[in-house]
């Protein structure tokens, strides 16, 4: 017998009337998991179009491997170089005492002890993250009577790749568990919310716990080490600190400074990113008006200038390549559930989102780092925008055949 026999064995125990009719939602997860669905998504958020569910977030998920990957190469590398740095050949640690245990070693210029320690950053944080955020949505889907919906996974990864390697793992569970609760779950799950549920709990992370989450500080997970992200630099020292820094455009590009696991590398999001385009599943408006947005007022910014704020030189080029900027525009800006739906409105939505991200990084003091709270800004005012939209685009036709 196989395995789908055996599925198709137990499933009227699951389903309604069945003995264990209440965790019909975890006989789906698990055999969706495994196998395709004989069903389509019927109703929101995808009905518009031929792909279901599933697919679009397979789709992303298979996005954001360039990011992972190399999000782990450079954690591992930035780590590896900080303890060669201070002179450290035995780090303490469970994680040490397996690469030391494997002879993998801390040599920052092999590329896989990088890997291998980038991993051992990587791999528990998203473990806790898909374990925690997962009791929620079962929880949630065995209350309400309905599917585990697959768009945990994608916000899972997501919210994995924009938290630092130094993030305590007990912080990871409680920012998951918000982000799902608050951010989605409560407004009747995927497709009825408008805040992006791992933006959400990033955010929570950000309020909740500033010293660790500030974004200025360094986030290499090695105790006594110190330093600056290239944003936290510019705010402080201008966009020569970035020089004296050793921090380049070129270095910024592919991604081997200080930042969030997925943050780092545009090129690796930009992979993502075309993949994305390229099969529909990311509408090229919303990345068209992102891009506008932040490059006209980054541009104003420049012609303004000002004596006291050096992030008001900062050309538009090096916004694109530092902090979160590009892993949001393509990730974030684009999912479609929180996103406007009319076609202006994309354009709209995304250019207020590329303004409030300059407007936030260079004129607040307070926040080196402005594409989360951008993104969760436009996604408040997303449903507005497509009300008036629609309702121009109604007037104009009464005017047109009145």
């Keep these: 017998m196989s395995l789908r026999d055996k599925f198709d064995r137990i499933a009227p125990l699951f389903e309604k009337g069945g003995k264990y009719e209440k965790f019909y939602a975890v006989y789906e997860m698990v055999d969706t998991f495994i196998y395709t669905p004989k069903t389509v998504t019927s109703v929101a958020p995808h009905a518009r179009d031929h792909a279901d569910l599933k697919r679009?977030?397979?789709?992303?998920?298979?996005?954001?491997?360039?990011?992972?990957?190399?999000?782990?190469?450079?954690?591992?590398?930035?780590?590896?170089?900080?303890?060669?740095?201070?002179?450290?050949?035995?780090?303490?640690?469970?994680?040490?005492?397996?690469?030391?245990?494997?002879?993998?070693?801390?040599?920052?210029?092999?590329?896989?002890?990088?890997?291998?320690?980038?991993?051992?950053?990587?791999?528990?944080?998203?473990?806790?993250?898909?374990?925690?955020?997962?009791?929620?949505?079962?929880?949630?889907?065995?209350?309400?009577?309905?599917?585990?919906?697959?768009?945990?996974?994608?916000?899972?990864?997501?919210?994995?790749?924009?938290?630092?390697?130094?993030?305590?793992?007990?912080?990871v569970g409680l920012g998951i568990a918000f982000g799902v609760v608050i951010g989605k779950e409560v407004f009747g799950g995927t497709g009825k919310n408008f805040l992006n549920p791992a933006l959400v709990g990033r955010a929570f992370l950000y309020f909740a716990y500033p010293a660790a989450m500030s974004g200025d500080a360094v986030w290499t997970p090695v105790d006594g080490f110190s330093g600056a992200t290239a944003l936290g630099v510019a705010a402080a020292d201008g966009m020569q600190g970035l020089a004296a820094n050793g921090i380049t455009w070129t270095s910024s590009f592919i991604g081997t400074i200080q930042g969030s696991f997925g943050e780092t590398s545009t090129i690796a999001i930009a992979i993502g990113g075309v993949f994305l385009v390229t099969t529909g599943i990311a509408n090229y408006r919303l990345i068209l008006g992102c891009l506008a947005g932040m490059i006209g007022f980054s541009l104003l910014l420049n012609l303004i200038g000002s004596d006291t704020n050096p992030m008001f030189a900062m050309p538009w080029y090096w916004h694109l390549v530092t902090g979160g900027f590009m892993f949001g525009l393509v990730f974030m800006v684009t999912e479609p559930v929180t996103a406007a739906m009319t076609n202006p409105g994309r354009y709209i939505y995304a250019a207020l989102i590329g303004v409030m991200c300059i407007l936030i990084r260079v004129i607040n003091p307070a926040f080196p780092e402005g594409m989360m709270l951008a993104i969760l800004f436009g996604n408040i005012f997303s449903p507005l925008i497509d009300y008036f939209v629609v309702k121009a685009n109604i007037t104009r036709r009464m005017k047109r055949h009145a």
């Excluded at 640690?93 to 397996?98: L, M, N, T, V």
């Excluded at 899972?156 to 130094?166: D, E, F, N, Q, V």
């Design 56 to 171: 679009v977030m397979t789709y992303v998920v298979l996005a954001t491997i360039p990011a992972i990957l190399f999000g782990m190469y450079n954690t591992g590398m930035q780590t590896n170089s900080a303890l060669a740095a201070m002179g450290i050949t035995e780090p303490a640690g469970w994680r040490a005492a397996i690469l030391s245990l494997l002879g993998i070693g801390f040599n920052p210029d092999n590329i896989f002890a990088n890997m291998a320690h980038g991993a051992l950053y990587f791999l528990p944080i998203y473990i806790v993250t898909l374990g925690v955020g997962g009791i929620f949505e079962v929880l949630f889907a065995i209350v309400r009577g309905h599917e585990v919906n697959e768009g945990f996974f994608v916000s899972s990864m997501l919210y994995t790749l924009i938290l630092p390697a130094s993030t305590p793992l007990w912080q």
